[in-house]
């Protein structure tokens, strides 16, 4: 497929970059809307993991995934920009964004139930908001979210099983109410 590095020098090509690094991009923007809750700020970080990790090119090689330790800096860098502007909110983005207005029954109760959703997730403690929006909505793998966040596999594991049961649980006393 791509060649993974220049092998004499250890220093990545700007084409290899663009291969390995730059097709991070939407995962990264992902993540760090969902963690600063702002559109621009979450451009501006991810320009500036990708100018960090362009000038650590030269030991970019050590890593044995280049992905979990670009959202690791992603992450430290969106870490760094909450405790600038002392946010305390994170909210969850609309997990269906290719929904249109239709005003109908079952868009308007799916609607509800995103609302609904992204309400139980802003109150998750920070640890169990960010394993969630890994796993669930971006599909990071258990080891790669391990290292990303410097956890165990088994806290991760319990972390995302607590978020989950409390998602479940806020939906069930929302739509079973009265029944």
């Not at 291969?19 to 979450?42: D, G, P, Q, T, V």
């Not at 030991?59 to 405790?83: E, P, S, W």
Request: aromatic share 10%; net charge positive.
């Amino acid at each position: 497929m791509f060649s993974t590095l220049n092998r004499h020098t250890h220093v990545m090509t700007q084409e290899e970059f663009t291969n390995k690094i730059f097709l991070l991009k939407n995962n990264l923007y992902r993540f760090a809307l969902r963690m600063l809750n702002n559109s621009h700020e979450a451009e501006d970080n991810v320009q500036e993991v990708f100018l960090k990790l362009w000038k650590l090119r030269k030991t970019l090689h050590q890593y044995k995934n280049i992905g979990g330790f670009a959202m690791t800096v992603n992450k430290n860098m969106c870490f760094d920009r909450l405790k600038a502007k002392k946010q305390s909110n994170i909210s969850f983005d609309t997990i269906n964004e290719n929904s249109d207005d239709r005003d109908t029954v079952q868009e308007l109760e799916h609607k509800n139930m995103i609302e609904q959703i992204e309400k139980v997730v802003a109150q998750l403690p920070e640890q169990q908001k960010m394993i969630f929006q890994l796993r669930d909505i971006e599909g990071y793998e258990f080891e790669d979210i391990s290292q990303t966040l410097s956890l165990s596999i088994n806290t991760v594991r319990v972390n995302l099983s607590r978020a989950r049961k409390r998602i479940k649980e806020c939906l069930q006393k929302t739509y079973n109410y009265g029944y």
